[in-house]
């Protein structure tokens, strides 16, 4: 099957190609399309004329996003109504991938894949909650909308740290780490979440929205105590709140995303365990 990557120098893309290997795949980052000049994603998909379209770009600094409202909206929102046109006109499959910010409940239930949305807490998860309306909204698409949450793969640390790796940095350099308490989710290998992915696609699943994350839910201090553990690292994790570390783009105390449709993914740890073997 000819397959498309997009955004495939990112950290789930990395992973997604090694799934989609033995497919006849193309990857491209934005020096080889950038997916919000309208023109360019038609001419050039139409060219290609993929039967999948795998959409692991995205605007994805969660923080900078509050002051670079238009340009996120650019490519998580209008970005992704190009790509579904494109989609629609070839009968290609698009899988897009999305994120637990765009629930703004703050329901310590957690969602479900069916749960109704409220306004999401941070331009980022507004932004992507709008390119999902593209994708729902359309007429005769086939796709998978997945919305996953706390990635950590392959390191892009030249532009995005990712939070393990952050965490190690972190611990080699200071005898004590505070970490935040206060905030719940599932962190999600994406080496699990691209695996999964192709499962979609293999299975001929419906279309829909599906939840894939690792299990259970933990806090960001439960997830960098593990890391430093799992590291044989000596420094002392400490808990502390979020007010203690004000951000720019305000999280959820809870954004727990419930997986109703797919097999489940491992336990966070065991998965952790795996990258962090993979990488040393
Ligand atoms: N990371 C998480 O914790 C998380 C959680 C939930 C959902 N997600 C979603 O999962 C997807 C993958 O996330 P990720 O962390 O793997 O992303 P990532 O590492 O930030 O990779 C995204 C890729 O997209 C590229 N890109 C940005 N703007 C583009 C444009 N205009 N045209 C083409 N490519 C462009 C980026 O290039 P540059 O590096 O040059 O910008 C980068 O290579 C995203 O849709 C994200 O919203 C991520």
Redesign the pocket.
């Given at each position: 099957m000819k397959v498309l990557l997009?955004?495939?120098?990112?950290?789930?893309?990395q992973d997604l190609a090694r799934f989609f290997s033995k497919e006849e795949l193309t990857t491209?980052?934005?020096a080889d399309?950038?997916?919000?000049n309208e023109n360019e994603v038609k001419n050039k998909i139409n060219r290609l004329d993929p039967k999948l379209i795998l959409?692991?770009?995205?605007?994805?600094n969660v923080d900078q996003a509050e002051t670079d409202k238009e340009y996120a909206f650019?490519?998580?929102d209008q970005?992704v109504g190009y790509l579904v046109q494109i989609a629609q006109q070839l009968s290609a499959i698009l899988v897009?991938?999305?994120?637990?910010?765009v629930f703004g409940q703050n329901s310590a239930k957690g969602y479900r894949e069916d749960d109704q949305l409220t306004t999401a807490l941070n331009v980022y998860g507004a932004s992507?909650r709008a390119g999902e309306l593209k994708i729902l909204r359309a007429d005769n698409l086939k796709y998978y909308l997945v919305?996953?949450?706390?990635?950590f793969?392959p390191s892009?640390d030249h532009?995005?740290p990712?939070f393990v790796n952050t965490i190690i940095k972190l611990a080699k350099q200071h005898p004590q780490i505070k970490i935040v308490n206060d905030q719940h989710g599932k962190p999600?290998y994406?080496f699990d979440l691209a695996e999964r992915i192709k499962y979609l696609v293999d299975q001929k699943m419906p279309s829909g929205i599906y939840h894939c994350v690792n299990e259970p839910a933990c806090t960001w201090y439960e997830f960098a105590k593990e890391i430093v553990k799992l590291s044989r690292l000596t420094t002392k994790v400490t808990p502390c709140s979020s007010q203690e570390f004000p951000r720019p783009a305000i999280r959820p105390d809870y954004s727990i995303l419930i997986n109703t449709k797919l097999p489940l993914l491992s336990n966070w740890r065991l998965a952790l365990k795996k990258y962090l073997n993979v990488k040393s």
């Open positions: 997009l955004g495939s120098n990112g950290m789930l893309a491209w980052d934005i399309l950038d997916i919000t959409n692991a770009s995205g605007y994805t650019a490519v998580n970005a897009h991938i999305s994120t637990d910010y992507k919305r996953t949450s706390w990635l793969g892009t532009q995005h990712n999600t994406t």
